[in-house]
């Protein structure tokens, strides 16, 4: 992991697991993905705050799974589901609300 100034940058990840309790915990702000198995996914970092972000990039070769923490929800999606972040596509996941995550997707 390398620190880009303020944020931290994680390359070459490899998404894990199949559901909310088995993805992939994400710890740093950038994040870039360049292996992603069929139905496997990462978890948004739980620890923070109102305001802060993680930003995630999809270079595998399948979509991958995003999940909010554990009662959290993205945009509209129920609580605790994950959201298909598409290959080839970033997006930027803003802790807007105490249980909420807004993405906003790159195309």
């Given at each position: 992991?390398?620190?880009?100034?303020?944020?931290?940058?994680?390359?070459?990840?490899?998404?894990?697991?199949?559901?909310?309790?088995?993805?992939?915990?994400?710890?740093?702000?950038?994040?870039?993905?360049?292996?992603?198995?069929?139905?496997?996914?990462?978890?948004?970092?739980?620890?923070?705050?109102?305001?802060?972000?993680?930003?995630?990039?999809?270079?595998?070769?399948?979509?991958?799974?995003?999940?909010?923490?554990?009662?959290?929800?993205?945009?509209?999606?129920?609580?605790n589901a994950g959201m298909l972040l598409p290959i080839r596509t970033a997006c930027q996941f803003i802790h807007s609300a105490t249980t909420q995550w807004t993405g906003i997707l790159?195309?």
């Amino acid at each position: 992991m390398a620190n880009i100034g303020y944020a931290q940058l994680a390359s070459g990840l490899t998404a894990t697991g199949t559901t909310q309790a088995t993805a992939y915990v994400l710890i740093a702000d950038r994040n870039f993905f360049s292996t992603v198995a069929a139905s496997t996914g990462a978890i948004l970092n739980s620890n923070r705050s109102q305001g802060d972000s993680q930003t995630i990039y999809n270079g595998g070769a399948n979509p991958l799974t995003v999940y909010p923490p554990v009662g959290s929800q993205i945009n509209e999606l129920t609580t605790n589901a994950g959201m298909l972040l598409p290959i080839r596509t970033a997006c930027q996941f803003i802790h807007s609300a105490t249980t909420q995550w807004t993405g906003i997707l790159s195309r």
